[in-house]
């Protein structure tokens, strides 16, 4: 059995009882980075071994890792904050599992871009989640698509990139769509802001911004 645990994406109280309980009884987790999952697990006094699992080594240990599981082990995945898979590594491993007949079992859990849109004021009836955009090669193609879409959609980015997302924003979906920058979701600073996307730019311009970043772009019905 492989079980992907959300672990929270902030607040530790995010967690679930179930999660807190399956990763005490695997024998071992699996963790996009130990250093951040030993301080989760340190905190709920779980004393199960970590190794690494990351985009860097994902391919060398996923034939390894299936192996095991298949000899009778039972593990946990974990990235440093919400869904295994969900712009985290973690695919890789589960297609394999599904290919050798593994179990796989997600639990529910924290995930950034449900409260950011939930929260956002924009219709969530249907949307698109599109993740981290290309850096370069195949950004603009990628906005292009987005700004067609008739449905809300999704986005993450860092600080650093943020004012530069927006811009690319306003040129490719018009200045005066409707969109909603969500910040540090779930921790003490938390903020949502609702606006335009030229009211946005012109905010987050003056702004020194940091945390994790969801940008909520409505789409062209709205």
């Known amino acids: 059995m492989l079980y992907l645990i959300p672990t929270p994406i902030g ?5 679930t009882l179930r999660s807190i ?80 007949g593994v179990r796989v079992e997600c639990l529910p859990g924290p995930t950034a871009f449900v409260p950011a849109l939930a929260a956002s004021g924009l219709p969530c009836d249907k949307f698109f989640f599109e993740g981290f955009l290309p850096h370069k090669k195949g950004r603009q ?24 997302c927006l ?16 910040r540090e979701l779930t921790k003490i600073h938390e903020e949502l802001r609702t606006d335009t996307l030229a009211e946005l730019l012109a905010f987050y311009k003056e702004k020194n911004v940091k945390g994790e970043i969801v940008v909520v772009v409505a789409g062209t019905g709205e």
């Open 21 to 100: 309980r399956i990763l005490k009884e695997v024998d071992r987790v699996w963790a996009e980075d130990t250093r951040v999952t030993k301080r989760l697990l340190d905190h709920f006094e779980i004393k199960t071994p970590v190794s690494a699992f990351h985009a860097f080594n994902e391919h060398a240990v996923t034939t390894n890792i299936v192996q095991q599981l298949k000899t009778g082990a039972t593990f946990a995945l974990a990235s440093d904050a919400g869904t295994p898979g969900i712009s985290d590594p973690g695919f890789l491993l589960v297609r394999e599992c599904v290919r050798q």
């Open 141 to 164: 193609t990628r906005l292009k698509y987005l700004a067609t879409l008739p449905c809300t959609f999704i986005l993450y980015e860092s600080p650093n990139r943020l004012v530069k």
């Open 11 to 15: 607040n530790l109280e995010d967690i």
């Open 167 to 182: 811009e690319q924003l306003s040129e490719f979906c018009s200045p005066e769509r409707q969109a909603c920058v969500a």
